[in-house]
């Protein structure tokens, strides 16, 4: 075994690439397109050292073209699930012993097969896949996985390094950081790549062992994820990739008495009931396991009268419409002053015109498919509501088609009742409800803003007004746990903003931070005596 206190490279965020006319990493992107395109591909489940194939196969199709199959997957069942709690507990002894800058390398090395050989290749499946724009998929599967491996290194040997301050004469005090007792179940959305990679990788840095159930419609990227993974140097049953129903998986996972933790992204319901399944089950697992969530978001931009009509119109048009508002910091809800609707409302029109909309192999379109036709029926059914509700305006968009992708325009509408239902309920989709406040009432739509949804991930103000600003940021303290000011309310960046929000939004853990890691191991206290007392009595029991 090496001998020594080794520093880690000093992390970086990568340098976002712009994809622009003629430049290199659009070609690289445009002909990674093109051959995943070209060919249909049949995706393993990864257990252990074996590449699983059942006799359930499903397709993969591009949100934006429904009609062309990109890949099929293997579905299993739970027989699967337990193969890959088998084949991650017998992973466990070595790989929770591997010194731990062998496993730093390893991350390091998936990051940078990100940044070099695999990036144009992991972009364009999530492009495909999840019907991201080019830019969109390389802060995503690009840059935010390269960063959240990078800095998540970093953050370990912090951890590492983190010992008790005083060992007294004849004594060492120390602290040993080890991996969970059991294995991590990490469960991931469809709708960040980052986070599909983050969520089983964070943990098993830490010495852990993983099963890892992705969203279907991430599968495909997740596909690329695991090949990097292997090709990093992650030994077989590290990290197990499994495509099983939810309810079958949790059936087996939360009935095991070595599971130890989840890792989860997606949405409040879910998350709610697997929490409540393992409290019912507690007394079976030999541990008490650690619950990571991030979940919804009904995130809100505040305005204040003293603000730039630009500035707020524009972190509307972005914070809304950016991937099709799915995710769950998008703007979903904003409250402006009457002073500055109409400015605000003529840029946003005047914006929105410009923006196209379809395919995202076609780098001009800003705007792509929404996931599944059961978000484009869900979104649909909501936009005919309010088009049909007598006290709402339709100020943008409205249209929506299937023919042949999952296509909602940009929607915004103004209503009058600040509970309105738009303005309460997670939508996931491009959609943004407008309240206009009388510039007068600024407090009492600070009460309206914090009380109006179970949510409180992120939020911003945008302000010239220093005291308004200083004022919001404290009266809404609990109702974002990521808070903004003169900017949208989402792109948070691993290393500078962790993310994270609570009540209903998650545990707030703060992905891209050092607390999330300390969550995927436990302490152990040790106390060393050099000079042990060889007999019991103290000074106090001799006779005066």
């Not at 030999?286 to 009509?309: N, Q, W």
């Not at 009492?444 to 109006?452: A, G, P, R, Y």
């Not at 929000?501 to 999330?516: E, F, H, L, Q, V």
Request: glycine share 6%; aromatic share 12%.
């Amino acid at each position: 075994m090496l001998k020594g206190f080794f520093n880690v490279p000093t992390p970086q965020n990568e340098p976002v690439l712009n994809y622009g006319p003629r430049s290199l990493e659009r070609a690289a992107l445009k002909a990674a397109l093109d051959e995943a395109r070209a060919y249909k591909i049949d995706i393993p489940m990864y257990i252990g050292d074996k590449q699983v194939h059942t006799g359930k196969r499903m397709e993969i199709r591009p949100p934006h073209d429904h009609k062309h199959l990109l890949a099929n997957f293997y579905e299993g069942d739970k027989s699967t699930v337990e193969q890959a709690i088998d084949a991650a507990l017998a992973a466990k002894p070595a790989w929770e012993n591997l010194p731990w800058e062998q496993r730093a390398a390893i991350f390091l090395k998936a990051a940078d097969l990100l940044s070099g050989p695999y990036r144009a290749k992991i972009n364009a499946a999530t492009m495909l896949g999840q019907s991201k724009n080019a830019y969109q998929a390389e802060i995503d599967s690009a840059c935010e996985l390269i960063d959240f491996l990078r800095f998540n290194v970093h953050y370990m040997t912090e951890i590492y390094a983190q010992q008790p301050p005083i060992s007294p004469k004849g004594i060492w005090n120390r602290v040993e950081q080890r991996p969970l007792e059991g294995f991590v179940f990490a469960l991931t959305p469809f709708n960040f790549t980052a986070i599909a990679g983050n969520l089983p990788t964070s943990a098993a840095m830490m010495g852990n062992v993983v099963v890892w159930k992705p969203a279907y419609p991430q599968i495909y990227a997740a596909n690329v994820l695991m090949q990097v993974f292997l090709e990093a140097g992650v030994p077989p049953g590290v990290i197990n990739l499994i495509y099983v129903d939810g309810p079958v998986a949790g059936d087996v996972i939360f009935n095991h008495p070595d599971f130890a933790g989840i890792h989860f992204t997606g949405s409040t319901p879910v998350f709610q009931t697997i929490w409540q399944t393992i409290g019912t089950n507690i007394h079976k697992y030999k541990t008490y396991p650690r619950i990571v969530g991030e979940t919804g978001g009904k995130d809100f931009v505040l305005a204040h009268a003293s603000a730039d009509a630009d500035v707020v119109s524009t972190a509307l048009v972005r914070g809304a419409f950016e991937y099709q508002g799915q995710k769950c910091s998008a703007a979903s809800r904003a409250y402006i002053p009457a002073s500055l609707w109409p400015a605000v409302k003529a840029n946003m029109q005047r914006d929105l015109a410009t923006i196209k909309m379809g395919p995202t192999e076609d780098f001009e379109n800003f705007v792509n498919a929404v996931i599944t036709e059961v978000s484009f029926d869900k979104l649909a059914k909501y936009i005919d509501a309010a088009k049909a509700d007598k006290d709402v305006e339709l100020i943008a968009g409205g249209n929506y088609d299937k023919s042949q992708g999952w296509f909602i325009e940009p929607t915004v509408i103004k209503v009058t009742d600040p509970y309105y239902v738009t303005m309460c309920t997670e939508l996931f989709g491009p959609v943004l409800t407008v309240y206009v406040y009388e510039d007068d009432q600024f407090d009492e739509i600070l009460k309206i803003v914090d009380n109006t949804s179970i949510y409180a991930l992120t939020g911003s103000i945008i302000a010239q007004d220093r005291y308004a600003i200083a004022k919001v940021t404290q009266e809404l303290r609990n109702a974002a746990g990521n808070f903004y000011i003169n900017d949208k309310p989402t792109g948070a960046v691993v290393g500078q903003q962790p993310f994270g929000g609570a009540r209903g939004s998650g545990t707030n853990d703060k992905a891209g931070s050092m607390i999330n890691l300390l969550r995927w191991v436990s302490p152990r206290t040790i106390k060393e005596t050099f000079d042990p007392p060889k007999d019991y009595r103290y000074p106090f029991l001799q006779k005066d």
